[in-house]
């Protein structure tokens, strides 16, 4: 087990908060673009300044799709600050960065050699 620092539980925090805005912000928006409910959420994470949210999105398509619409919803990020910035208390509201989040193709990858092999090793028994 490790221990964690007072930081970095704040910084947790405060990344679960900006996750659940941006979540609820984004729905809105793509409930008004059809385009942009191809793309979700998965994560973000905070600079160790705390200065820059960087968000990661999903699209089954992939990156190349992704990187169309990344423009589109560029246009969202000074509403979306603006929204922060009612929504979070805090001194100042962090700059947004949107990036493909390729940890997720990862994971699915991994899960499925696991799968594999969980299946493989059940035949080997029988």
């Given at each position: ?5 007072a930081s970095d539980i704040k910084r947790s925090q ?70 922060l910035a009612r929504e ?39």
């Amino acid at each position: 087990m490790t221990i964690r620092s007072a930081s970095d539980i704040k910084r947790s925090q405060k990344e679960s908060l900006l996750l659940r805005t941006l979540s609820q912000l984004y729905h809105q928006a793509s409930c008004d673009d059809k385009e942009l409910q191809q793309a979700y959420i998965t994560r973000v994470q905070l600079s160790p300044s705390k200065t820059v949210c960087t968000v990661y999105f999903y699209m089954i398509e992939g990156e190349d799709a992704f990187n169309k619409i990344k423009q589109k919803i560029s246009l969202y990020k000074p509403s979306m600050r603006k929204a922060l910035a009612r929504e979070i208390n805090g001194r100042y509201t962090c700059e947004l960065a949107f990036r493909f989040d390729e940890q997720f193709e990862k994971t699915q990858k991994i899960e499925r050699l696991l799968d594999t092999i969980a299946g493989h090793d059940q035949t080997q028994e029988e």
